[in-house]
Each structure stands twice: as structure tokens, then as C-alpha cells.
T-cell receptor
């Protein structure tokens, strides 16, 4: 079967750094992507890793280790608006084809 | 950035009726669009991959006769929920990917359609 595990909830304060982990077990792997979703809203694409290593995009960075079937999303200089759910997703075909989403992590940022 | 729209944003219908949801890529051509379903506080589940000019590819367990998908043009895909029942009530989201030469491919999601079947 396919499974992507994430912590269910993470709490942090403004200005802090938080890491959201994702471990996966899927049939086929082309890349790992991350999404942010506010309550009632649509997901927003944050980052994509096809190769091992770190991808940095502003305050957000994403890391992938294919040998460990593991990745994480790093959020720096947390702001209140970062309170949302974060999902990792594995592409089981090239690009964003046949995405399998993780269980999701709810991030709560407090003042 | 690229924009994907969905219409309607919210729909309430009676059990047994059919509902059509439109997904449009507003400023780019999307040869492939994707349809997802999300239950409250749950993850997204891929329902099908919609390819322009050909039949959609459905994920295992998704009834193709119940969820009709049409990709009429490079900017429009539609999902029709036929003979809707209360258990079809959910948040339906479409997405499209935009490959860009020399840059990382990016995926854009529509704002979602909340369907409530009474």
C-alpha cells in the first residue's frame, strides 16, 4: 500500500523555526512536494524535491533523502499567518502525476 | 503566478441530481488536470487525472460512471457528480501543473468546490 506519515500537530511561537517531517512508503517515487492549506481554502504549492538535498524558497526549505524515504519542510521566522495544515505528497509518476498525500500536519503559531 | 479557477465555489443539491464542477486554467494551458476529494480535516485523495482530448484515468476505487470527467480544451476540465447522494458531500479540488522550460515544474490548485447533497 501507500503511506505517508506526518506528525498530526506541531505548535511553535512567532519567530521560531519548525520542522515538519514526512516518511513515505509508496510504489513508485518521482518526487516529494509540500503544500500549505488554510482552513476552508485550497492547497498552495510550496516546494518540490526530485533529488536528494535541500531546496530553499524564502522562509521555507524542503529536504529529501530518497535512501531513507524521508523528507521535511522547514519553516523559519514563523509568522501567525503560517498557522495552517501542511501536507507532503509523493509523485508516483513524472511531474505531479498520481500524487499521494500525507496525513497532514496542523501547525499552530502563537504570539 | 498561474491561476486556476473553479466554479461553483459552493453548491447544495438534492439527492439524485447531477452536479457539474468546472476547472479552468486562466493564464496557461494545462494538458493535464487533476481532481481531488477532501473530507473535513482529512488529506486530499486523488480521484482522477484528466487529459485533454482523451479519457480520464481514474484511481482505484473511484467510480468512473459516477464521477464523469471531461477535458474539453487545454484550459477547461469538468467533473460531473451523477446521481449525487449525501455521501458524495465533500470538498472537490482541481489542480493543473505548469511545466516551465529550465525551471521547476509548479502545480496550481483551484479554490475548491464544496458540495453538499441533501
Amino acid at each position: 500500500g501507500q503511506s505517508l506519515e506526518q506528525p498530526s500537530e506541531v505548535t511553535a511561537v512567532e519567530g521560531a523555526i519548525v520542522q515538519i517531517n514526512c516518511t513515505y512508503q509508496t510504489s513508485g517515487f518521482y518526487g516529494l512536494s509540500w503544500y500549505q492549506q488554510h482552513d476552508g481554502g485550497a492547497p498552495t504549492f510550496l516546494s518540490y524535491n526530485a533529488l536528494d538535498g535541500l531546496e530553499e524558497t524564502g522562509r521555507f526549505s524542503s529536504f529529501l533523502s530518497r535512501s531513507d524515504s524521508y523528507g521535511y519542510l522547514l519553516l523559519q521566522e514563523l509568522q501567525m499567518k503560517d498557522s495552517a495544515s501542511y501536507f507532503c505528497a509523493v509523485s508516483r509518476a513524472a511531474g505531479f502525476q498520481k500524487l499521494v498525500f500525507g496525513t497532514g500536519t496542523r501547525l499552530l503559531v502563537s504570539p | 503566478g498561474a491561476v486556476v479557477s473553479q466554479h461553483p465555489s459552493r453548491v447544495i443539491c438534492k439527492s439524485g441530481t447531477s452536479v457539474k464542477i468546472e476547472c479552468r486554467s486562466l493564464d496557461f494551458q494545462a494538458t493535464t488536470m487533476f481532481w481531488y476529494r477532501q473530507f473535513p480535516k482529512k488529506s486530499l485523495m486523488l480521484m482522477a487525472t484528466s487529459n485533454e482530448g482523451s479519457k480520464a484515468t481514474y484511481e482505484q476505487g473511484v467510480e468512473k460512471d459516477k464521477f464523469l470527467i471531461n477535458h474539453a480544451s487545454l484550459t477547461l476540465s469538468t467533473l460531473t457528480v451523477t446521481s449525487a447522494h449525501p455521501e458524495d458531500s465533500s470538498f472537490y479540488i482541481c489542480s493543473a501543473s505548469q511545466p516551465r522550460w529550465g525551471q521547476q515544474e509548479t502545480q496550481y490548485f483551484g479554490p475548491g468546490t464544496r458540495l453538499l447533497v441533501l
